[in-house]
């Protein structure tokens, strides 16, 4: 639980603060999905094609994709440290297209995702995976 607050925290004053390419301090982004798809079904749905001009972004602008883990241990360990611009990505409740359509990509492409799984869900929704 510490190391949820202490990220909270951390993401509360990263997002608060201005982004100055001045500055030797890391920048870390944390996106986080629920679905994907082809179109756009509600709030929580990305299309495939935006992602993926996501990531072309960040690797334009200078991002390195990291496991959240990363993130957790430069909060940890004050020796620590972290490229200047860091982005973790991560996957909410489980969703089959998390599954079926960021897997293949983060397989393609090796980039490393934290999911966090809605269990009560899983094998029991219809949309969750199995």
Do not use: C
């Given at each position: 639980?510490?190391?949820?607050?202490?990220?909270?925290?951390?993401?509360?004053?990263?997002?608060?603060?201005?982004?100055?390419?001045?500055?030797?301090e890391s920048h870390v982004l944390i996106l986080l999905?629920h679905r994907f798809s082809d179109h756009v079904t509600?709030?929580?749905?990305?299309?495939?094609?935006?992602?993926?001009?996501?990531?072309?972004?960040?690797?334009?602008?200078?991002?390195?994709?990291?496991?959240?883990?990363?993130?957790?241990?430069?909060?940890?360990?004050?020796?620590a440290t972290l490229p200047p611009r860091v982005a973790?990505?991560?996957?909410?409740?489980?969703?089959?297209?998390?599954?079926?359509?960021?897997?293949?990509?983060?397989?393609?492409?090796?980039?490393?995702?934290?999911?966090?799984?809605?269990?009560?869900?899983?094998?029991?929704?219809?949309?969750?995976?199995?």
């Open positions: 639980m510490l190391h949820a607050f202490r990220l909270l925290a951390v993401i509360a004053v990263l997002f608060a603060a201005p982004v100055d390419a001045t500055r030797t999905y509600d709030s929580m749905t990305v299309r495939t094609e935006t992602f993926e001009a996501q990531l072309r972004s960040l690797k334009e602008h200078g991002y390195q994709i990291l496991p959240l883990r990363a993130v957790l241990t430069w909060l940890e360990e004050p020796s973790i990505l991560t996957a909410d409740d489980g969703h089959r297209s998390v599954y079926d359509v960021l897997f293949p990509i983060a397989q393609k492409d090796r980039l490393p995702v934290t999911f966090f799984i809605y269990p009560s869900a899983i094998s029991n929704a219809a949309y969750a995976l199995t």
